[in-house]
């Protein structure tokens, strides 16, 4: 998002009490990502607040396309070309 964008949307002030290693530690870690600490806090609640959402999101399917995924779950697994070049690559903790 650019600044200006960022500068156009209003702004509201949110106080939180934190204890000094979690604040040394957040500060810590924004540094590491290049974010001051406000952006750094954002960026993890959203992600917290988006996956605590998605955790409780609930999608709803006919009968017959549950039972074709549950069967394609059952079926063995279809080994191609890219699979196999994938099985015979090095393994990247090992590489070196």
Do not use: C, H
Request: hydrophobic share 45%.
């Amino acid at each position: 998002m650019k600044a200006s964008a960022k500068a156009a949307r209003p702004r509201e002030t949110l106080n939180i009490r934190i204890g000094t290693e979690a604040r040394s530690l957040i500060d810590r870690a924004a540094k590491a990502r290049g974010q001051n600490r406000t952006d750094f806090i954002l960026d993890a609640a959203r992600r917290a607040a988006e996956d605590a959402l998605l955790d409780r999101s609930l999608i709803s399917v006919s009968a017959k396309a549950y039972a074709d995924f549950i069967a394609r779950l059952d079926e063995p697994a279809k080994p191609n070309e890219e699979l196999r070049r994938t099985m015979r690559a090095p393994l990247p903790w090992k590489a070196g």
